[in-house]
């Protein structure tokens, strides 16, 4: 049995306490941050906060083995004077949306050997998919979700405001996106372009931009030369 | 029984003719644009070749009805003497990669309604959904598939790069991008967003900066400003 303590009233906390919930091996609470006056010993303590506000929460507990879930901050955020580490779970969460915790990846980080082990076998219920990750990998990680998630998504509404100015429903577009997010689990992302920026198409390019808004012609044209560019 | 010739040599070509060689109730041939010598007869002659030959290559088919496979070009770029029309299938084809038709939009398009009946019934041997889009319409939904497609590819391929620079697999990143393309099958893209330009999280926005090349940080900083403008 494995107990762990979780602080925090956002998605992530929400998510995996209701993820280690369904666990009879796993003995899960969970308090608010605002609460921190009483906080209940744990073997591992989950501290998912804001980045903000994780250097303040840490120094509050003194439980054995302190972790944060964030991808951006440092392992030394934490000011906990016991032992730190990482479990970060690398999905964007939607409050109340259930998600499969399978196929969310887990990065670990520790500073000992130990508790390395005891956030792999912690993570090992939750998720086939473990890595261990260093500060600095996360950080290059946060950053490349950043585009692949956040960036993509606003590509997305881009692409929604132009089928709503035109009398098109945007779920014509849903194949389509899902079949290239799938693509690259099978060839790179760069063997995977297409489109008449790789193909040099300047008659498609101009005419397309037409059909653009001042800020969306700025992309276009921004990730028009990149991909020409090969960077 | 309707008899289908399907003119061109390129993806297109190649997908369209094995999906309707499954089906008995189709005939189907396939000739190179290049022989176009002999044009076998068809109720439906298909054009899948790039959008600069479609208009020299029409010109020379006298069969009854004509369609361009282009989401791109119009209908007027047609230059047979007989009828036309436009099959467009909406999906990113890659050669040898086999793909299920069953989920792919096909946009019709035809300049006579008893036309319009035949591509409609040619789609449904294909697709379960079929969408009737004038050439203005399919214009603007080819420029947002090339947001939603072309360009998320680059987003992905700039997370493999930032991920390769740091020794990360870039597979960790795969269930992330299969979740962000699937949500906005359910919320909207907009309703979607998440990550630090939406939060104004100005202290993560500066410190990921630094992990990015010159051109990488201009397509951040674009697109940052424009979550954040809302446009």
Redesign the interface.
């Known amino acids: 049995m494995i107990t762990v303590l979780i602080i925090g009233n956002g998605n992530v906390a929400w998510h995996l306490f209701n993820a280690f919930n369904t666990h009879k091996s796993i003995n899960v609470s969970k308090i608010n941050s605002r609460t921190l006056h009483v906080i209940p010993k744990a073997d591992v303590t989950i501290i998912a906060v804001t ?2 506000a994780i250097e303040a929460v840490s120094k509050q507990v003194g439980n054995t083995l302190v972790v944060h879930t964030s991808g ?1 901050s440092s392992i030394k955020t934490l000011k906990n004077t016991t032992n730190r580490g990482v479990f970060y779970p ?3 969460f ?1 409050k109340g ?1 259930k ?1 499969d915790f399978k ?3 887990i ?1 670990i980080e520790a500073e000992h050997k130990r508790d390395e082990e005891i956030l792999f076998h912690l993570a090992e219920t939750l998720s086939c ?1 473990i ?1 261990k ?1 260093d500060s ?2 996360r ?22 405001d ?2 709503n ?26 063997a ?7 193909r040099m ?1 300047d ?2 390019i101009q ?2 931009l037409f ?3 001042k ?2 012609k ?3 044209n ?2 028009t030369k ?2 020409q ?1 090969g ?1």
Not at 141 to 159: D, E, I, M, P, Q
Not at 192 to 198: M, W
């Open positions: 980045d903000n951006f690398l999905q964007s939607t949306k998600v196929n969310i990846p990065c998919k890595y990750i600095k990998q950080k290059a990680l946060h950053v490349s979700a950043v585009f692949v998630n956040n960036f993509t998504n606003f590509l997305y509404k881009t692409g929604n132009i089928c100015r035109n009398n098109i429903p945007f779920n014509i577009l849903q194949p389509l996106i899902e079949e290239t997010a799938k693509k690259v689990a099978e060839i790179s992302p760069e995977a372009q297409t489109g008449p920026a790789i198409d008659k498609t005419n397309q059909l653009l808004n800020q969306e700025k992309i276009y921004l990730i990149s991909i560019n960077n």
